[in-house]
């Protein structure tokens, strides 16, 4: 499976922005996907997470209630619509793949995207 990130940018405090990763090789309905982001100087962190058929998903505490995780397995795609963005939330962010779902340690996922930027300005 290969994965590839896009959709990052510059957005400002409160704003909202989508990312997207495309999936290709293997079927990606076999695979719980996840989104990671990794701050300047800190470690790789889990964000969000969605089951393969896309029926169970969960998130981080730092980003309930204001990141969305989706997926279309129809298009082999991944999905974060990020709302109410903050400065806390700049990263390179990450889509993942692995045969785990419930998971939110790096280990677990096979797959990586190369990351995508995003930067929240105040």
């Known amino acids: 499976v290969r994965l590839q990130a896009f959709g990052g940018g510059l957005v400002q405090t409160g704003g909202s922005l989508r990312l997207s990763c495309a999936a290709s090789?293997?079927?990606?309905?076999?695979?719980?996907m996840a989104w990671f982001r990794q701050a300047s100087g800190k470690e790789r962190e889990f964000a969000a997470g969605i089951s393969g058929n896309g029926l169970n998903t969960y998130y981080t505490d730092s980003v309930k209630g204001r990141f969305t995780i989706s997926r279309d397995n129809a298009k082999n795609s991944l999905y974060l619509q990020m709302n109410s963005l903050k400065s806390e939330d700049t990263a390179v962010y990450y889509c993942?793949?692995?045969?785990?779902?419930?998971?939110?340690?790096?280990?677990?996922?096979?797959?990586w995207g190369q990351g995508t930027l995003v930067t929240v300005s105040s």
């Open positions: 993942a793949a692995g045969r785990r779902y419930g998971t939110t340690k790096t280990y677990d996922y096979v797959y």
């Open positions: 090789g293997r079927a990606s309905a076999e695979y719980a």
